[in-house]
């Protein structure tokens, strides 16, 4: 079992910055990711992270204005989000894939294993 525990969501003024944390239980993994989930939408990919290559991947949505990162010895992934925009208002989900079983999935939520509860990120306009 692995639990994945998200932090640091909140309330911010479109424009403004959020750092998101996921603190991760276990050690080996091929990927984590970060998904999000809007009223009445599916959830969808945001960013993710090879963790051992460090290799990255983010939606075209949130490239250049978000970056996810990893801190190997604390076991935690982050999700660095600037230039909120009121779209990017959702739950934001932690998610764990353990075992590579190829890299074509990597924005599919149903490719990875083990999931957070979620934290609220609301942008004001």
């Known amino acids: 079992q692995v639990q994945l525990i998200e932090s640091g969501g909140g309330l911010v003024q479109a424009g403004g910055s959020l750092r998101l944390s996921c603190a991760a239980s276990g050690r080996d993994r091929y990927a984590m990711g970060w998904f999000r989930q809007a009223p009445g939408k599916e959830r969808e990919f945001v960013a993710t992270?090879?963790?051992?290559?460090?290799?990255?991947y983010y939606a075209d949505s949130t490239k250049g204005r978000f970056t996810i990162s990893r801190d190997n010895a604390k076991n935690t992934v982050y999700l660095q989000m600037n230039s909120l925009k009121p779209e990017d208002t959702a739950v934001y989900y932690c998610?764990?894939?353990?075992?590579?079983?190829?890299?074509?999935?990597?924005?599919?939520?149903?490719?990875?294993?083990?999931w957070g509860q979620g934290t609220q990120v609301t942008v004001s306009s």
């Open positions: 998610a764990a894939k353990l075992k590579y079983s190829g890299s074509s999935y990597l924005s599919d939520p149903a490719y990875y294993d083990y």
């Open positions: 992270i090879r963790w051992v290559s460090g290799i990255t």
